[in-house]
């Protein structure tokens, strides 16, 4: 006989552990098992700590914008320790014509920007006169419609920052849903960011948060007292007498609502016989190298910086940690964490560490002053890869909410279903929660 639970949950990422906890906070005795292939909670949020220096191997932090993540954080007692970085101090930068702009960080900023030519300017309120497209748009020919082409390197570094990714291949319904509905629903994306600007007033501009342990602190916050059997990789799920069997490699487990919390990837080849109209989406991979330099190093003060793709960078881009949170280097030197590989370029992931190093400072010193070669360098690979929401991914989100619908008890949510940011997969958790409670 199986060994049974109320609810099973697969894996121990963010999305499983966030889903527990919203279960557990509203019903404490419900009897929750997760199993998690690897030793570790977490997933692809884990953090680097060596000689003073801290940085991420996977995301760097999230906004606090989220009611979701906001609760997730009252709850657990984290917003008391939670380390912020607004938007509306930090600024932000793209590299230009071979040299770092900072972007608009409002509209009236628009005006006197360099990255946009006078009429290119003038082109954006092109938006108020086009009538939405409702067939399925990559990210740039949505943009270039409504917009122009001249915004199309912003909209570029845009997404490799949020996605590693080619937004000529990726699907606007999936990338951007939020913006989408403005623009059905006012006719234009600039006529429907007024209507909602007006109707919630006037906001302060939100938060980048971390924690002073760095992003793991959180995960390792949610695992605590929660059962988790670790080096448990779930090999198949079945359907008999009205619940749900999961099968690892030694032992059969049951339960009444089963929670599949994986990777888009990983839960698709688990749902298989359910005829998913994808067996696979595309993912892109990549590597953070944390260097860090004595404090003659003038890195400007901000977020960071990112590449397009028509600048011919080797680094994606870089975050300018030591500016963002405290406690990220040792007294007297910075941190800088570039990001390279991505959808475009994964052959530059095969270099060796002393090559991917060498080859980013000599990148980041032609747009920085950096009169020193970095003091200590790292080159983290991580083992997990980036979702791509492309062309065909709105109709596997499709599929899954039938299939949630037709299967009594079976809740999919995780890292690239319906997002791929933290607070998409915490505001993800809690609806699964809600549903199920």
């Not at 709850?75 to 590299?95: E, H, N």
């Amino acid at each position: 006989m199986p060994e049974t639970h109320e609810i099973i949950i697969v894996g121990a990422g963010l999305s499983g552990l966030s889903t527990a906890h919203f279960l557990r906070n509203s019903a404490p005795d419900l009897d929750i098992l997760i199993l998690e292939q690897d030793g570790r909670p977490g997933g692809a949020v884990r953090s680097f700590q060596d000689q003073g220096y801290l940085a991420e191997w996977g995301p760097h932090g999230f906004l606090d914008n989220n009611e979701a993540s906001r609760a997730l954080l009252q709850q657990t007692g984290l917003d008391r320790i939670a380390q912020k970085a607004p938007l509306g101090s930090f600024v932000r930068y793209v590299c230009h014509k071979g040299r770092l702009v900072q972007l608009p960080q409002k509209p009236q900023a628009l005006l006197a920007t360099p990255l946009l030519s006078p009429l290119g300017k003038l082109r954006l309120l092109g938006d108020l006169f086009k009538k939405p497209r409702t067939e399925e748009q990559s990210v740039g020919q949505w943009a270039a419609y409504r917009f122009g082409t001249e915004i199309l390197p912003l909209v570029d570094a845009a997404i490799t920052g949020t996605f590693a990714g080619d937004y000529e291949r990726l699907s606007i319904d999936a990338v951007m849903p939020g913006v989408r509905t403005l623009e059905k629903e006012a006719g234009s994306v600039l006529k429907g960011l007024l209507r909602k600007k007006k109707a919630a007033g006037s906001g302060v501009l939100p938060a980048m948060t971390s924690f002073p342990q760095g992003m793991e602190q959180l995960v390792t916050t949610l695992a605590t007292g929660v059962n988790i059997l670790y080096h448990s990789p779930v090999r198949a799920i079945s359907r008999r007498h009205d619940a749900w069997e999961i099968h690892t490699e030694n032992k059969t487990y049951g339960a009444a609502t089963l929670i599949v919390a994986l990777p888009v990837n990983r839960a698709l080849t688990l749902l298989d016989a359910h005829a998913p109209p994808l067996a696979a989406i595309p993912t892109a991979r990549i590597a953070t190298v944390a260097l860090g330099f004595t404090d003659t190093a003038q890195v400007p003060f901000g977020f960071g910086y990112l590449a397009p793709e028509r600048e011919n960078r080797f680094a994606m881009g870089a975050l300018f940690s030591t500016h963002m949170f405290p406690g990220r280097a040792p007294k007297g030197s910075v941190l800088m964490e570039a990001l390279v590989g991505g959808r475009r370029h994964p052959e530059r992931l095969e270099l060796p560490d002393d090559e991917l190093v060498s080859r980013i400072y000599d990148d980041l010193k032609k747009l920085i002053p950096l009169p020193e070669p970095p003091c200590f360098t790292r080159v983290l690979r991580g083992d997990g890869s980036i979702p791509q929401l492309e062309m065909g991914y709105p109709a596997l989100l499709s599929w899954k909410e039938s299939l949630e619908q037709a299967l009594d008890g079976l809740h999919i949510c995780g890292f690239g279903w319906e997002g791929i940011g933290m607070n998409d997969m915490m505001k993800t958790a809690k609806a699964v929660a809600d549903r199920i409670l």
